[in-house]
């Protein structure tokens, strides 16, 4: 088995490699002067388990791009198997078509990779599960939900919780988590009036004197997020948190949290953090490595994944 990262987050390969009790794998990934990617593999992976860590992450085309040629180096330097480790898929939230004449572009995206040479992928919490039916090749979706319960009676009042779901579309996630923490569920009902801005309306629960966690797939701009945590507050919530898996906290999100009713956010290191994210006081980060790495030792091992979640 041997473990290659891109540039897209170095530092999560790193301690995936750890866990494994494994070295990364050297490989030279670098750019023309016209930006052109070059990769070179620069040790023996003939016969070898490849694999591959990149999160399609900012910015998504370099990155995604630089996975797609390092599975073609793989392919050509005789790997016996490579599997994609994708532990941000980027292009998840283009998962259908939201109006006419628009792409499916995470299917478009699944078919890059499937045709570059790659045997198998491995991801975290998808945009949308049925994503995996994109694939014509095994795809393993990962749970963060068990990774946030033990971090949630870790650090949480659990006495007077309630899990709140941001949208409708994420009630199951958060049932998944109440379920696990023995917690109420509350649902934010929310009007986008256009992309990039919401505005809420309503709380489906009971919110009043409760410890709010919020919890979602990803944060971008982090306007829903801010607005629910507001709502909860003046529903009359004792205090409103987040866990979300895939912090890609875009443009001025991070200050935008700082300045909000959040109490604290958590995110994973599926994306690696920016400065601004680590900088900022109420945002805290916890590490998917242990788990990446267990999937990745029992893929190889061709023991079952899906136990993991048990």
Do not use: W
């Amino acid at each position: 088995m041997k473990i290659f990262s891109g540039n897209s987050n170095r530092s999560l390969t790193q301690a995936i490699a750890k866990y494994l009790d494994l070295p990364m794998g050297e490989a030279l990934v670098r750019r023309f002067a016209d930006q052109e990617i070059f990769v070179e593999i620069q040790e023996n992976v003939r016969g070898a388990d490849v694999f591959l860590v990149q999160s399609t992450a900012y910015p998504a085309n370099d990155h995604l791009m630089e996975l797609l040629i390092m599975t073609d180096a793989m392919r050509r330097a005789s790997a016996r198997r490579i599997t994609a480790v994708l532990p941000y898929f980027g292009y998840a939230r283009q998962d259908r078509k939201a109006g006419g004449r628009t792409p499916i572009s995470a299917k478009l995206v699944a078919n890059l990779i499937t045709h570059a040479g790659a045997d198998r992928v491995m991801t975290l919490d998808l945009h949308a599960g049925q994503i995996q039916g994109f694939f014509d090749i095994p795809t393993d979706n990962l749970f963060a939900i068990p990774l946030f319960a033990r971090d949630i009676k870790e650090h949480q009042e659990l006495a007077n919780l309630t899990v709140v779901s941001p949208d409708v579309g994420g009630v199951v996630r958060a049932r998944a988590l109440a379920k696990r923490l023995d917690a109420q569920l509350a649902i934010v009902d929310k009007r986008r009036e256009r992309p990039g801005e919401s505005e809420v309306m309503n709380i489906i629960g009971d919110v009043e004197g409760r410890n709010c966690i919020l919890i979602d797939d990803i944060i971008d701009s982090g306007g829903t997020l801010c607005n629910a945590a507001a709502a909860l507050v003046d529903h009359g919530a004792n205090s409103a948190s987040a866990y979300i898996t895939h912090g890609v906290l875009s443009g001025g999100a991070a200050a935008r949290i700082a300045a909000s009713n959040l109490q604290e956010l958590v995110i994973t290191d599926s994306i690696e953090p920016t400065k601004a994210i680590r900088e900022t006081d109420n945002i805290r980060i916890v590490t998917t490595a242990n788990l990446l790495g267990e999937a990745i030792a029992r893929t190889a091992s061709e023991e079952s994944v899906s136990s993991l979640f048990d």
